[in-house]
């Protein structure tokens, strides 16, 4: 008994979704006229089911067109990306104020004895080959003398090292060193001025005299204006 219930519940579901097509017995209403190297058509309607889906593609259109065209809730992958983008500076930005190790560009000053140290072992594997082993120049300017191309303070060096000149022959060193590292090579290069060491490059750029007052910070335009830009957020 259950058995036929559950027969005749399947029979009932099966025209009302899944095949709705005619019984064989009754095929002949519905086949068609023509007929091609012998294979003839029957006029069944399609499956239910394939019909529901299209109609749900329909009505999933009208809702895309509406979320992200029409009333522009939904973001777009460029939006999307920009939002990450922000998400990730806002994120760096916070890390950065909060990280003990923090250096402070506006306010740098001379590391320890230690610190020159190390920043001389670094100078020593990374600048010597176009700075010289005592400062004194090559490829790249002498670092001893009081004549600098960029400025000679201890934050216009941090400066070169960190941005570099790249069009110049000096790479960008942030990549390579942390904020501290270039401050202690900085260091180092400021505890080797007037050492006046032989074979010393002849002096490029303008005499350099130290200002006494404020360590003046002056990153170029573009890196302020998207720090600035991020603070905005
Ligand atoms: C491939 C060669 C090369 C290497 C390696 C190199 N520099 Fe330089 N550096 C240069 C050149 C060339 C300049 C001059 C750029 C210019 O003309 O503006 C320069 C400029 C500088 C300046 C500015 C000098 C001034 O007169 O204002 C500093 C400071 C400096 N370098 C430090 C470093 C330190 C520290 C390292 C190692 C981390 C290093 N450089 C590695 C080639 C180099």
């Not at 089911?49 to 973001?75: C, E, N, P, Q």
């Not at 939006?79 to 916070?94: C, S």
Request: charged content about 25%; proline content about 6%.
């Amino acid at each position: 008994m259950k058995r036929i219930v559950l027969v005749m519940y399947w029979k009932k579901l099966d025209k009302k979704l899944f095949t709705k097509a005619v019984p064989v017995e009754r095929e002949a209403d519905v086949l068609m006229e023509h007929e091609y190297d012998g294979i003839r058509e029957l006029d069944n309607s399609l499956p239910p089911w394939w019909k529901y889906g299209f109609y749900i593609t329909i009505g999933a259109s009208v809702v895309y067109l509406l979320y992200f065209h029409v009333l522009g809730i939904g973001k777009d992958p460029i939006q999307e990306y920009q939002y990450e983008m922000d998400k990730a500076a806002a994120q760096l930005l916070k890390f950065q104020e909060n990280d003990p190790g923090k250096i402070d560009e506006k306010n740098l000053s001379m590391v320890d004895g230690a610190g020159i140290t190390n920043g001389a072992k670094i100078y020593n594997t990374a600048c010597w080959p176009c700075h010289g082993k005592e400062l004194e120049g090559g490829a790249g300017p002498n670092l001893t003398d009081d004549y600098w191309l960029h400025k000679g303070g201890l934050t216009d060096i941090y400066l070169s090292i960190k941005h570099g000149y790249p069009d110049k022959g000096m790479q960008a060193w942030e990549k390579n060193y942390s904020p501290k590292e270039i401050l202690q090579m900085a260091s180092y290069i400021k505890s080797k001025q007037g050492t006046n060491p032989p074979g010393a490059k002849d002096p490029q750029g303008d005499l350099y005299v130290e200002d006494t007052g404020t360590n003046e910070l002056n990153p170029p335009e573009a890196v302020n204006d998207s720090i600035a830009e991020i603070k905005n957020k």
